[in-house]
């Protein structure tokens, strides 16, 4: 049974930093983890990825260049730190495991976290 925990969450000025974890339960080493996020009126977006396998990384266009996703396998750990922090990018962040190679932004993953909540204000 796969557990996730995420937090880091908070209010930002916009230009600022976060760093989001996401601390995971079981038997999750060979689990992809991705990161979500949601906004008030708009559907659920992949933000960051990272391989299980190989380790490659994905991101979207609009964080490619401020995010960087990294996972500390002795904590069972992945974090997203996030620079740059922009009003769009207040949602709603939620982890997610899978177990799935390809297509890692695409938001149908089996595992889930509670979220929590970035607000860069404006």
């Known amino acids: 049974q796969v557990q996730l925990v995420e937090s880091g969450g908070g209010l930002v000025q916009p230009g600022g930093s976060l760093r989001l974890s996401c601390v995971a339960s079981g038997f999750t080493l060979d689990y992809a983890i991705g990161w979500f996020r949601q906004a008030p009126g708009k559907e659920r977006e992949g933000v960051s990825a990272?391989?299980?396998?190989?380790?490659?990384?994905y991101y979207a266009d609009s964080v490619q260049g401020r995010f960087t996703i990294s996972r500390d396998n002795a904590k069972n750990t992945v974090y997203l730190q996030m620079n740059s922090l922009k009003p769009e990018d207040t949602a709603v962040y939620y982890c997610a495991a899978d177990r799935r190679s390809f297509y890692l932004l695409n938001p149908n993953y089996d595992y889930w976290g509670q979220g929590t909540q970035v607000t860069v204000s404006s």
């Open positions: 990272i391989s299980s396998r190989d380790g490659s990384t």
